[in-house]
């Protein structure tokens, strides 16, 4: 029809010529041969994402919803084509969005929880061997922290999921195998739709923190200590 011309900017009787084949890069050929032994066997009723080329040589990508009829006495397969190229591009560029910020919060030096408003873990970005993400998940966050610190926990989370606060703490946690550090918590709520769905929780570890500030603040030491003799150095001279 005119609408298929357009779509591949061929006149209709240029259209007339054409393999089901040339309106498709060679590359995607085994596709286009999987899609239609699909469609002509009913296995599947609508293709997604096909890639197609226009006469000027341009890509762009169709869902190709196929119909079985019967005209004449015969049997047909009608194609119904959609061009989808901009849903595409939109949904790559989010897929690439998402696995980097995947990667971020995977190797970010902290831990990222999400909980829902009793403490359960539902997320959490990374653990340390030899401990599994998914003996981790289903726990109660506050199973992690050291008993004293608990009700501090319990205080934040009631704060973020109830009253939408965002808070900080510092609390004494075993998220790490067989090793108890203390943290800097922020408990701040998660909203959906303008709706609490749970708390995120990003925990810092503040024994690291302290143990670079001191190893920084001895090299500082080191070096004005250094700076020191050489200027007596100098002076003897």
């Known amino acids: 029809n005119a609408a298929l011309c357009k779509m591949f900017g061929y006149s ?10 040339d309106l498709h890069i060679p590359e995607a050929a085994d596709l286009i041969g999987r899609q239609l032994e699909e469609h002509l066997d009913g296995t599947t009723v609508l293709a997604k994402n096909i890639p197609c080329i226009t006469k ?60 829902d408003g009793s403490g359960t873990i539902r997320f959490i970005n990374r653990v340390d061997p030899p401990n599994f993400t998914k003996d ?27 009253k939408r606060k965002t808070v900080t703490l510092e609390i004494k946690a075993r998220i ?12 701040a709520p998660a909203i959906n739709d303008g709706k609490v769905t749970g708390v995120s929780i990003v925990a810092v570890n503040a024994t690291s923190l302290r143990e670079s500030e001191i190893q920084k603040d001895a090299l500082t030491m080191q070096l004005i200590h250094s700076e020191k003799l050489a200027s007596l150095g100098t002076l003897s001279a």
Do not use: W
């Not at 190709?64 to 949904?91: F, M, P, Q, S, Y």
């Not at 897929?95 to 902290?110: D, V, Y």
């Open 136 to 162: 981790t998940l289903g726990k109660n966050l506050c199973e992690l922290v050291d008993p004293q610190y608990r009700k501090s926990l319990e205080d934040a989370l009631h704060d973020a999921f109830i």
């Open 12 to 21: 209709p009787a240029e259209m007339e010529t054409k393999k089901f084949s």
């Open 56 to 115: 000027e040589s341009y890509l762009f990508y169709c869902d190709i919803n196929a119909v079985h009829a019967d005209l004449d006495g015969k049997r047909h397969l009608i194609g119904i084509l959609r061009d989808v190229t901009e849903r595409k591009r939109l949904e790559d560029g989010l897929r690439a969005s998402e696995e980097g910020l995947r990667k971020l919060i995977q190797n970010i030096p902290g831990f990222i929880f999400d909980v």
């Open 176 to 187: 790490r195998r067989h090793h108890d550090d203390s943290y800097f918590a922020y408990a």
